[in-house]
């Protein structure tokens, strides 16, 4: 249970506070207090588990107690039990077909090293609490041919090959695998990339396989926390990143080498992140009680109203920042300024996500036009949405 300087005001708040306490009961297994549940409303925590991708957790938690057979709302009961019956089926699906692909990775000699949540899931205390919605491995760059036509092969339609730093396959009814060429490429931090260029002198070989590598637990861990503050920093991030945080932690903090660990988030400039996130998620999970400061309050706040992938307010908020970093408000001059650079990107666009561009400058002209063209047509919605949203901030 936690206690916290902002006052709960509105019942989306409270089932953010709700989420929570189950998240707790059901990392620790724990039954929820009969007193607790009942002044739930089922119908607002229900979409802010969905929001956060934690509707399977959130029901293990609630299936304990018999405040679900007791709701009048069968059909709301009926729908989350499906979703947790989905995150089971969904995890055991894309463990198959990983191995599928990893054995294909055995058999053509490339290396290869899982990432974030197929290792972050076999933490959890149950099969299909940790809610997947992809797979994520790096691999040897110099196969992305033969990743391709092997994908392909079995049925997967492709994006984004060759484009950024990681490509997309996806396949009905629930396979999603991001193939990354590299942990980082340099739109979002150039430091970073640099950081993470040589990755393979971190990775540690696995025994039981030929070509499988993994992070020594340290690594791993710093990695998580790039990957967390890239989110925080951008369209934003959920609850569920500071639940794999406590997750990790309650297994492999007491054997860390901290200093190690200081040394490299001091390079990657994330110290002070990863130590409000430490701190936050163990507040909130702890079977103890907290009190959070007023600080740590404001943090969940923007966490809780975050969800899963972040908004796309966030995200442009943090935009017209950079190009105003003063503390006053956004004026038309810096509005203007984020509307020249969608419609005109940097180099460093052309380099990610339109290579032969970047090769051959001179098609630069035709490429915006085609993009105007594409834009219009295919997100329209997305864009008449994204300049609302533009025109109505003010702060």
């Not at 739930?40 to 107690?65: G, P, Q």
């Not at 069968?74 to 692909?101: F, G, H, P, S, Y």
Request: net charge positive; glycine share 4%; charged share 25%.
């Amino acid at each position: 249970m936690i206690e916290t300087a902002i006052k709960i005001q509105n019942p989306v708040e409270k089932a953010g506070y709700d989420m929570i306490y189950l998240v707790t009961c059901s990392l620790h297994g724990i039954i929820p207090e009969q007193s607790i549940v009942e002044q739930m409303d089922l119908t607002v925590l229900y979409r802010m588990a969905k929001y956060h991708s934690l509707t399977a957790m959130i029901f293990m938690a609630l299936e304990s107690t018999d405040i679900l057979l007791r709701c009048k709302d069968v059909q709301l009961v009926k729908t989350w039990k499906d979703a947790k019956e989905k995150a089971i089926r969904k995890n055991l699906m894309l463990d198959v077909e990983r191995n599928e692909i990893l054995s294909f990775m055995e058999r053509e000699g490339i290396w290869y090293l899982p990432l974030k949540g197929i290792l972050l899931k076999e933490m959890y205390p149950k099969l299909g609490m940790r809610q997947m919605a992809d797979n994520d491995i790096l691999y040897d760059e110099q196969y992305q041919k033969e990743l391709l036509t092997f994908m392909t092969k079995r049925g997967y339609k492709a994006s984004q090959i060759g484009k950024g730093n990681h490509d997309v396959y996806t396949k009905v009814p629930v396979y999603n695998y991001e193939l990354h060429t590299a942990l980082y490429g340099s739109a979002f931090d150039k430091s970073w990339e640099e950081y993470y260029r040589n990755v393979k002198q971190r990775m540690l070989k696995d025994r039981d396989n030929g070509f499988g590598y993994h992070f020594k637990a340290e690594d791993f861990y710093t990695y998580l926390m790039t990957h967390a503050y890239k989110h925080y920093s951008g369209s934003g991030i959920g609850l569920r990143s500071l639940v794999d945080t406590y997750v990790y932690l309650q297994q492999k903090e007491a054997k860390f080498n901290w200093h190690y660990v200081s040394v490299e988030l001091e390079e990657l400039r994330i110290t002070e992140f990863e130590r409000e996130s430490r701190q936050l998620c163990k507040k909130l999970f702890s079977q103890k009680r907290y009190s959070l400061t007023q600080m740590e309050s404001e943090a969940l706040t923007y966490y809780l109203g975050c969800g899963t992938y972040g908004t796309m307010k966030n995200n442009i908020e943090k935009k017209l920042r950079k190009c105003q970093p003063d503390e006053k408000a956004v004026t038309i001059v810096t509005k203007l300024k984020y509307y020249f650079g969608r419609l005109i990107p940097d180099m460093q666009h052309y380099k990610n996500y339109a290579p032969i561009v970047y090769q051959h400058k001179m098609l630069i002209p035709f490429y915006l036009i085609f993009r105007l063209i594409r834009g219009a047509i295919r997100k329209r919605k997305l864009i008449i949405n994204e300049i609302h949203i533009v025109h109505k901030i003010r702060r």
